[in-house]
């Protein structure tokens, strides 16, 4: 009989494993994604790290800059001292650098295996393409204003601290929402929602959780979940996923070269 329990549980915990395993490799590789030994690989290989959506495919007509010869200064001037410009690249563990004026690459370099074609993950970059895609939603009346509470588009978020909130206030990063955006905190806000999306996990649910901490329009406080609020207004109020609206209305229009 003991023999029959023993082989009952092993069994359990063998089919649990191959159905957590996955989720857990991921919250490991989300824990250790800022490791100083590991974050030059990770940023390059999210893909790797995290499952993602389809891909945006290039445009059918990239658009190419042109290129000029350009020595980048040694120094730069801050905190009343001059400072060498190398040095504080090398201090930033910076993994490229391009300067444009207009159309034209005056300087581009790359560092940690970057190189001109790598898929390195954009950040907050992604903050300002959803903004912007906001904006060009409102121009089509699919948004009536930018003042309006995210609440008339969202109606589950009601009896959250999302209530009330206007898009503006979102938009400018002052929604009033308690959150720590401290990546070095285990425990913070930000790495929670950074475990959710690792264990696949309801985003929409963990906003939800969220509660208010100040007046809106108050204050401003950084709150990478004001812009997931964003993007579940956009899926709103265009029917379509954030991808298709980021391929249609921007990425073949300026013509990027690469998916």
């Known amino acids: 009989m003991l023999n029959k329990i023993l082989l009952s549980l092993a069994l359990i915990s063998f089919i649990a494993g191959l159905i957590y395993a996955p989720k857990l490799l991921r919250v490991y ?3 250790n994604l800022y490791k100083q030994d590991k974050i030059a690989f990770n940023f390059i290989n999210m893909d790797k790290v995290f499952q993602i959506g389809p891909a945006i495919p290039a445009s059918g007509e990239p658009f ?3 290129k000029k ?3 980048l200064p040694q120094t730069y001037y801050f905190d009343e001292k001059d400072r060498n410009l190398m040095d504080a690249l090398d ?3 910076t993994d490229g650098l391009i300067v444009l004026n207009n159309d034209t690459i005056l300087y581009e370099n790359y560092w940690h295996n970057n190189n001109q074609t790598s898929q390195h993950i954009s950040w907050s970059v992604a903050k300002s393409f959803l903004s912007a895609l906001i904006g060009i939603a409102v121009q089509r009346g699919q948004i009536d204003s930018i003042n309006d509470p995210i609440t008339k588009y969202l109606s589950d978020f ?3 601290g999302y209530n009330n909130v206007s898009i503006k206030n979102l938009l400018q990063m002052s929604s009033g929402i308690k959150f720590n955006e401290d990546y070095a905190d285990y425990n913070s806000d930000i790495n929670r929602f950074g475990r ?3 264990f696949g996990t309801s985003m929409r649910e963990f906003a939800k959780s969220l509660k208010n901490e100040k007046p809106q329009g108050t204050f401003n406080h950084y709150v990478s979940i004001d812009t997931q609020m964003l993007a579940m207004l956009l899926q709103e109020v265009t029917g379509k996923t954030i991808t298709d609206n980021l391929k249609d209305d921007i ?3 300026i013509g990027m070269e690469h998916d």
């Open 29 to 31: 590789k989300m824990i």
């Open 196 to 198: 959710t999306i690792s």
């Open 69 to 71: 010869e350009f020595d």
């Open 158 to 160: 009601t009896n959250t």
């Open 251 to 253: 990425w073949h229009k």
């Open 91 to 93: 201090y930033y563990e």
């Open 64 to 66: 190419v800059f042109n």
